[in-house]
């Protein structure tokens, strides 16, 4: 029954390619090992031991609590108690313990579309009725959210696969039309940190004054991905129902780890890591831009994304991108191919995500050739 189709597959030796576009893992010549190590080992020491050996399923690290309250929510914008926030096993289990408290088979949820597609399999557990919406160049169209909604999926600040920064005014319309259906809105922001050129924009969940927003943030993107590390903030009532239920599954993400990631957040190598990403990413980003400008490559929307780490590319309509993928892995290339982010029937075949946060700048311009190249030779155009 879970066996689902809609699982990202990515090639467990994606670092041996010479053309990585792959999105969402961590570069290894950017973090900080010898810092995390010292963490790690800061964390096993016996100051700590007595506090990571018990089971402590109805609180969290009260380190890692600490630093997401002071730090990672204010730069959003927000403000939040203890009891307010609850850490998961990435933005992953977050969504899951949302939709799971939120709803049953006699709700409807409302998605962006094109979305996160493990977004879907987690609905499809729920039970829930599942609403795709269409995106316009601003992001999620609000007024197309179907009246029957409870909750909205939504991913503000880079939506998820297109990068689009949803604007100011496109927030607050949202706002108002989840007061108008009475519907909370689940903002998973899984890659903030990874900012654009300018600030990022505060979170949706910074402008709600009714209430109405679960926010999801997550360590993933920012350290790594295996670390299975984020969080949700709610209402005490909300977060106290995701905390039992999570407690039910797994009690609570591995102490350890929790210490370890606190550690390095408080002692300040988080900062440096993020700004030592950020600058990395902004350079990747503008020769991306530029490469695939030369190569007549179509961005989708035509807009550079602001930040993240990623571009949501348009092929020729007759291409399908699975084909395209699978010949460019022999030119030692990845690219995410885009059909499975759409809600089903209707999947465009020739959408692909190439992300940047893990190929080195030398090789992108390269990398995006071979990309052209392959389009041409398959299509006979570009
Ligand atoms: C839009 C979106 N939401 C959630 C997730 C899950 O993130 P995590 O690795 O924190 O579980 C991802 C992962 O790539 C994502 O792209």
Same mark, same amino acid.
Request: glycine share 4%; charged share 15%.
């Given at each position: 029954r879970f066996s689902i189709e809609n699982w990202p597959s990515k090639p467990q030796n994606w670092s041996s390619f010479q053309y990585p576009f792959i999105y969402g893992q961590t570069d290894q010549s950017l973090f900080d090992h010898s810092n995390w190590r010292q963490c790690a080992l800061m964390a096993l020491g016996a100051k700590d031991f007595s506090s990571l050996t018990s089971d402590y399923y109805d609180q969290d690290d009260?380190?890692?609590?600490?630093?997401?309250?002071? /730090?990672?929510?204010?730069?959003?914008?927000?403000?939040?108690?203890?009891?307010?926030?609850?850490?998961?096993?990435?933005?992953?289990?977050?969504?899951?313990?949302?939709?799971q408290v939120l709803l049953n088979q006699r709700r409807t949820a409302a998605i962006e579309?094109?979305?996160?597609?493990?977004?879907?399999?987690?609905?499809?557990?729920?039970?829930? /009725?599942?609403?795709?919406?269409?995106?316009?160049?601003?992001?999620?169209?609000?007024?197309?959210?179907p009246k029957e909604t409870s909750v909205i999926f939504a991913t503000p600040s880079h939506q998820c696969p297109t990068t689009i920064t949803m604007p100011l005014e496109r927030r607050q319309q949202l706002l108002e039309i989840a007061s108008n259906l009475d519907a909370l809105i689940v903002e998973d922001d899984y890659e903030f940190e990874i900012s654009s050129k300018k600030s990022a924009s505060p979170a949706l969940k910074s402008l709600d004054s009714e209430g109405r927003v679960i926010y999801v943030g997550s360590f993933s993107k920012s350290l790594f991905p295996g670390l299975r590390l984020g969080y949700l903030v709610g209402s005490k009532p909300f977060i106290s129902e995701a905390r039992a239920l999570r407690a039910s599954v797994l009690r609570h993400?591995?102490?350890?780890?929790?210490?370890?990631?606190?550690?390095f957040l408080r002692l300040g190598h988080y900062d440096a890591l993020i700004n030592r990403m950020a600058k990395q990413y902004s350079i990747r980003r503008s020769i991306m831009a530029t490469s695939i400008k030369k190569y007549h490559l179509e961005i989708a929307g035509n807009t550079s994304p602001q930040g993240g780490s990623s571009f949501w590319m348009k092929a020729p309509k007759k291409l399908d991108t699975d084909i395209l993928a699978s010949r460019l892995i022999k030119n030692g290339v990845l690219i995410e191919p885009g059909k499975n982010f759409f809600a089903p029937p209707d999947q465009p075949e020739n959408y692909f995500r190439l992300a940047f946060s893990s190929i080195n700048e030398e090789k992108i311009e390269n990398g995006i050739r071979i990309v052209a190249e392959n389009i041409i030779k398959l299509t006979g155009s570009n």
């Open positions: 009260t380190e890692l609590i600490e630093f997401i309250l002071r /730090h990672s929510l204010p730069r959003r914008g927000i403000t939040a108690s203890t009891d307010q926030v609850l850490v998961t096993m990435g933005a992953q289990n977050a969504l899951w313990l949302a939709a579309n094109p979305s996160y597609p493990p977004l879907r399999d987690i609905l499809e557990q729920s039970r829930c /009725h599942v609403a795709p919406v269409n995106l316009d160049e601003y992001g999620l169209i609000p007024d197309q959210i993400p591995p102490g350890h780890i929790q210490r370890t990631a606190a550690h």
